[in-house]
């Protein structure tokens, strides 16, 4: 099952250009967030209604609804977009880059508190009209504290390093940056590739802002 969450103005196509760029099947379901009240009711009706004729001439049983967000009150805002974002089964992709920018912040700041439920992120572009992949930095991750020397070093050296070069800035042993760097890349801080038979570290995204 996958799940969309999904900010819609005017413009329909700043929405099914993602979901149509993913894929639906007939367990589909697609959350349309709307302001409870707008300027003009009309263009934004025509817009769900284009969003339904196209997904559904592709398949019929995709589940589609509406959900209001108070626009006048971000706190509410956030609070009923994140309980979307936990109700939401299967895989959960939420989309930015459609409908009024009152519901685009309290959603954006709602899914930086649940990356852990969100399992994908898409933009439509307004320079290009591309369909890009966004991965949502995880805020509220923490380094364990005996992980915090090895963080410091691996910003320290600010580039992708073997585990063979953090062990010599830090003069421990490889066994226990190994463990060290399995620590963090469980918090989404450092990730690592394997090029041959040496293993590389950096920084995530989410690294690279918290440690800045």
Do not use: W
Request: charged share 25%; proline share 4%; aromatic share 4%.
């Amino acid at each position: 099952m996958r799940s969309y969450v999904a900010p819609i103005g005017y413009d329909s196509t700043r929405v099914t250009r993602p979901i149509l760029s993913q894929g639906i099947g007939a367990d589909t379901h697609i959350d349309l967030l709307i302001p409870t009240t707008t300027t003009d009711n009309s263009r934004g009706a025509q817009a769900i209604n284009d969003v339904r004729q196209m997904v559904k001439q592709i398949e019929p049983n995709v589940d589609i609804e509406t959900t209001e967000i108070p626009h006048d009150d971000f706190e509410t805002a956030i609070q009923t977009c994140r309980s979307l974002i936990d109700a939401a089964d299967g895989e959960v992709i939420v989309i930015f880059g459609g409908g009024a920018r009152d519901i685009f912040f309290p959603l954006t700041v709602a899914a930086l508190s649940r990356t852990h439920h969100i399992d994908a992120s898409y933009q439509f572009s307004d320079i290009d009209g591309e369909v890009r992949e966004r991965t949502l930095p995880d805020l509220t991750a923490n380094a364990p504290a005996q992980t915090e020397s090895t963080l410091e070093t691996i910003v320290t050296l600010d580039a992708p390093v073997s585990l063979t070069e953090i062990t010599d800035a830090m003069d421990v042993s490889k066994s226990t940056i190994t463990r060290h760097v399995k620590l963090l890349e469980r918090q989404g801080l450092v990730r690592s590739e394997t090029h041959g038979k040496t293993k590389v570290v950096e920084l995530t995204t989410t690294g690279r802002i918290l440690t800045s």
